[in-house]
Structures are given as C-alpha cells and as structure tokens.
C-alpha cells in the first residue's frame, strides 16, 4: 500500500475562487488556485472551512474532481438543500472570493497513474465527482468502464465532457437512470445483470472504485463480490447527510 | 489557523449543543468503510487477544463472549468525516473485562477486523470503562454495514479508531500504525483536541 503524500501537518491553504461553472441545476464546480498545494493523486478530498464574523466556523470534505494539475484545484459541489456549507459554496461564493482549505486526504482511495490494469468506475449521484479525476488523470489512456447511477438526465455531472472523452479515449459509458430515462430507455439500477454485462469480468484485474450514497455502495460492492470480483480489488468511498 | 472571514456566511448553530471542533449534528447514522462489507457470521466468530510475545492470551467464540458480563452504554460518537451523533445506545462487553487477568507489558493495541481493517490505540484508552465490543445498537443487533455482529466502541476516539467487524487485539510494545493511520489520520485522533490527521 502505498503512502499518502502528507509527511508533515496539513496547513489549512487559502485558496482563491478564479472561476465557478454550473454542471447541473444544483451541482457546481468551483475552480482554485491554491498557493502552497503540495499535490494530489486521482480520487482524494479536501475539507473545507467557513467561517461567519463572529469566528463560528464549519467544515466539510469535497472531493476533488480535475487531475493533479500543479496549484490549480477543481471540486464539484452537490447543493444539499438543507445543508450548511453546499448551499453558500454553490450561491453564495465568486470569483475572487478566498476559501480555505486543507489536503490532500485520503490516501486509500487513490488510482496509481502508472497501473495498466482496466479501470472501473461505478458512481452513484455526486459520487462521480472523484471518479472524473481518475477519467481526467488518464493520460496513458487505459481502458476504464464507468457505470454511473443517477436519477435523471438532467442530473448528469460532465456530460458533454464524458460523451466527448467516451468519443477519443477507451472509456465506456453506462448511465443507469433510477427515475427517469431518456424516450426509449428504460429506468433501471445496478443489478448482477448490469454487473455482468457492462462492468470488467474478474480474471481481467480491474482496479475498482465505487462511490456514491451507502445504500448504492453497498449494493454495487456486494454485487462486485458475489460476482468474483476480490474483495481487496474494490475500493469504496460513501457519502451523504443520510443516514442507513 | 487563520481567520479568513467568508463573506456572507453566519452558518448554522443550536444553542447548547456541545460538538468538537468542525463536528456538526447527524441525526442518520452514515457509513463509512474502505471497502466491501465482509460477510461474519457468529457461528464461526471468533476474538482473540494477542500478547506482545506472539502468544494467545485470550479467545472467545460467540456463545463465551454473549456469557461474559454486558453493559448498557450511551455516548456520543464523532467521525473524522466531520459528523457527530449524540447519545447512541450500545450494548456490549467492556475491554475492562477483556482485558482482565491478562499480564502485559504492552503500551499499546493493534485492533484487527475481518476483512482485513487495522486501527492502533494506546492500551490505557482501552480500560477504565472507555472502551467495549459492542454487538447492538438501539436495541437491535449491530448490522453488518455498521460493523456486526461486533466491533469496537471507543467513544472519546474519532470513530475509525472503533474498528467494525472486529476479531482482536494485538498487544504492542510499540506503536505501529493501523490502516488509516498509515495513510496519513492521527495515531490518537482525539476529536476535542480535532486529531484528524498526523501533526494536528
């Protein structure tokens, strides 16, 4: 197992907002310049830190979505309507405003660049937001498989840009709409059948990383293993405000 | 730390609630694991204590362990992914009682899950009524996302540090680090003093 890249303290950074861009109605990416980022590998997270006037703070972790790229950071934000800190990082925050952060974290859930073994993707939601850093962090161009779980169209985060990289690139796209499909499709949720057709089969060695909601991770990792996939193979990351 | 105001935040605060730093209040109860839930049945469950020396010191299967003295515990519990919980109902067996007539020189604990999961801790965080292996959890048995049939139940650690599934206990002579310990969290990861991460 390889080491995360945090020998010493995690400083909090104080990072500035150069550009914000919608990817849904609710979903939105913040684009950062962070002086003194020391870096990060595909799939990691930040946590994030406001503070009001009166120095009442709160934090929360956001993953990050573009491939390691110098000081420039990108992380997409799901607006959670009740939520605390998603509402004001997807309304409130511009371009020019400072934002404090701190990571890289999580060293578990990381792709190493340099493996040649296929890749899957299985996303649920907002859980494609570190995914997107592995499919942005594929410059040698192995094969990946992306099996995304989502309501609707309308909620696909990066769809011109994962259409386009499915276009020049071995990436496979499989969009599993829960509530609403596009005309002709059906709506459908990851099942052993879906498993079995579009993710890799076991004896091919796929890397594995599944995120999303728990009720979708669990689900999608019991499925990998009942379908001999190596439990050690298959790397989780669960999100979400809710509850089980 | 610094004291960058983000402008036009007020946040949300409750009066008289009492989290640690960067904590805010869950009323679900999230999961968090590394990877899939390992199937533990208790027929064939099995805890184990560890000397220092290599030796077995100490085993239960299920039945024993349902025989040793429960207790009722209610805590709160907080996760290093920034929530906390506040008074949780746990029933289980106290490390106190694990621990008893058990002979070390050791400072310190390894604790190991099925599944492959590891987590370091002093040994005096485990005694003194500080720490159980817990098999239920609101009056149910634990459920398998959550750890069952048991894990550990650390309270005034971070909640990683409360290894799910777990099936024993190394005694060390010195510290080594588990497995989110060695990616880069706290070895002691006390959520007042916000140990998340090595050097906090």
Sequence with gaps: MARAAVPGRLNWLVATVTATRDETATARTLVLDVPGWPGHRAGQHVDVKLTAEDGYSAQRSYSIASAPDGQRLELTVQRIGDGEVSPYLTGVLAPGDPLELRGPIGGWFVWDPLSTAPVLLMAGGSGVVPLMSIVRANTKKVPVRLIYSLRSPADILYAPELSERARVSPLDLTYLYTQAAPAGQPTGRISANVVASAAWPPDGKPAIFVCGPSGFVETAADLLVAGGHDPASVKTERFGPTGT | ?200
């Design chain 2, 1 to 200: 730390m610094s004291g960058i105001i983000s402008r036009g935040f007020s946040g949300r605060r409750r009066d008289g609630e009492k989290l640690p730093p960067g904590q805010y209040l869950e009323t679900g109860f999230p999961v968090l694991s590394a990877g899939p839930t390992p199937p533990v049945r208790t027929e064939t469950w099995q805890f184990t204590i560890t000397a220092e020396t290599g030796d077995t010191a100490a085993r239960w299967d299920w039945q024993q362990f349902m025989a040793l003295p429960q207790e009722s515990i209610t805590v709160d519990i907080h996760c290093v992914t920034k929530w906390s919980k506040l008074g949780t109902h746990w029933r289980g067996v106290s490390l106190d009682t694990l621990l008893d007539g058990i002979a070390t020189n050791a400072g310190y604990v390894m604790a190991r899950s099925y599944g492959g999961y590891t987590t370091n801790l002093p040994l005096p965080d485990l005694r003194g009524g500080k720490a159980w292996v817990a098999y239920q959890y609101e009056g149910q048995p634990l459920h398998p996302e959550h750890g069952g049939p048991a894990r550990l139940l650390v309270p005034h650690l971070y909640f990683w540090k409360s290894a799910k599934w777990v099936t024993g206990l190394d005694l060390m002579i010195e510290d080594r680090h588990g497995f989110w310990e060695e990616l880069g969290y706290h070895d002691y990861g006390d959520p007042w003093r916000e140990q998340r991460y090595q050097g906090d």
